[in-house]
């Protein structure tokens, strides 16, 4: 497991909770230079790293129903090709 992921049990459901892979956390409380966010977008576009990521944890846990409530950093055009197996 990387720095900033973790798993947790509740109401008797395992989860997971994985930090980015891009160059700073986005967060609303904090604004980050102008080149710093188009730098992120740029990433985030077509991130290569978090379909790796996202495919261990699927790979590692074999959920039967995977929910995801926040993409930001996350979804690009690879995230979703994982081969379910």
Known sequence: MEAGDYNYVRDGIQRRSSGIKNTYWPRPDQSQPVLARRLWHL????NQLMPAKLGKV???MKPDVVIVHN???CVDCGTFCHPCT
């Open 43 to 46: 990433i985030d576009i077509y």
């Open 58 to 60: 699927l790979d590692t």
């Open 71 to 73: 993409l930001a950093g």
